[in-house]
């Protein structure tokens, strides 16, 4: 029986230390997570948008009249 709790306490003190480790790795390194997350950010959307836009942009607008070839005659006022 000892042994069965002498090995839980082994897995507690080793899970308590990776996250303890984990922890202070992601404290230390914050600014650079963050200002990564904005760069892949930013790209990601800038694309999307870039990406839809002639679309939305081809929707929205009207189709151009035709110009006709040639002119009718003087009208007399």
Known sequence: MQKVI???ALFSG???LT???GGTMIY???DNI???LKTKMTT???SA???A???LINSAMPEIPEVPTSTGGVVPF
């Open 28 to 30: 230390l390194n914050k």
């Open 19 to 21: 996250l303890v480790v």
């Open 34 to 36: 963050v200002e990564d």
């Open 53 to 55: 836009l002639p679309g």
């Open 14 to 16: 080793a899970v308590s």
């Open 44 to 46: 990601e959307i800038t």
């Open 49 to 51: 948008i870039t990406n």
């Open 6 to 8: 002498n090995g839980i």
